[in-house]
């Protein structure tokens, strides 16, 4: 693949996970780490190398994020009453 297309990819990844699909910044690091950091330098890999930081960043921010929520909201759901209810896909029996 042209490293014109590999940026151009890489880019796009990067851009979609800011539509809530944080699985494409794990994807673009993952995918271009070797391109941005392993490889000999070419002209599209300062641009490479920054769309994969970025998607690190990101997917970091919104495994910490997620995981903060899904941790309050096991703790503190049965405290929450209705609205624990409402926010429930299902409804666990019991409070423990």
């Known amino acids: 693949m042209p490293n ?6 890489c880019r796009r ?10 699985f494409l910044w794990l994807v673009n690091v993952l995918w271009f ?3 941005a950091f392993l490889k000999p330098a070419y002209t599209e890999q300062p641009q490479i190398k920054s ?22 909201f096991q703790h503190f759901r049965a ?6 209810d409402y926010l429930s896909f299902t409804i666990p029996l019991g409070t423990a």
Request: charged share 20%.
């Open 4 to 9: 014109e297309e590999k940026l151009s990819l």
């Open 13 to 22: 990844y990067y851009l979609g996970g800011f539509a809530f699909l944080p």
């Open 33 to 35: 780490f070797k391109e």
């Open 51 to 72: 769309y994969v930081k970025k998607s690190a960043l990101g997917l970091i921010l919104w495994v910490a994020v997620l995981t903060t929520w899904i941790t309050i």
């Open 79 to 84: 405290r929450w009453g209705e609205v624990g």
